[in-house]
């Protein structure tokens, strides 16, 4: 006889952080892996390791994003974005984002970062 199986069904208390972000920028898409701290901008060049998700193939330059433009950070499951003081800014659903503050990021909310907008999909698989 086998054991039932019993599946944990989350309150609304309970939060798990997704596995991967998903970027939608126009028709094309940029998956990473979920890490505690990332930062996202553009690279000058191959060596420039301050970013950890280049954006500089979807224009991010010509579009004013910043080198280091923002932090996403995962704190007891919730993913928060802070706009790194850049020149441009960066808005979450068309409200800007003052600098050094951390605001909640949730499933297909739409970062400006700059002039270039990405909606953020979060991937629990």
Same mark, same amino acid.
């Given at each position: ?53 280049? $954006? ?5 330059? #010509?579009? +004013?994003?910043? =080198?280091?433009? &923002?932090?996403? *950070? ?30 909640? $990021? ?5 970062? #400006?970062? +700059?002039?270039? =907008?990405?909606? &953020?999909?979060? *991937?629990?698989?």
């Amino acid at each position: 006889m086998s054991e039932p199986r019993v599946q944990r069904v989350l309150s609304s208390d309970d939060q798990v952080a997704p596995k991967k972000y998903e970027f939608r920028i126009d028709s094309r898409r940029l998956v990473v892996q979920v890490e505690p701290d990332l930062i996202v901008g553009r690279r000058n060049d191959e060596s420039d390791d301050d970013v950890d998700i280049d $954006l500089s193939r979807f224009g991010a330059g #010509e579009q +004013g994003v910043s =080198r280091r433009h &923002v932090q996403l *950070l995962v704190e007891a499951g919730d993913v928060f974005v802070t706009d790194l003081k850049t020149t441009n800014g960066t808005r979450l659903n068309g409200k800007p984002l003052r600098s050094g503050q951390p605001y909640r $990021l949730r499933d297909s909310d739409e970062l #400006e970062l +700059g002039r270039l =907008r990405l909606t &953020v999909r979060f *991937l629990w698989a």
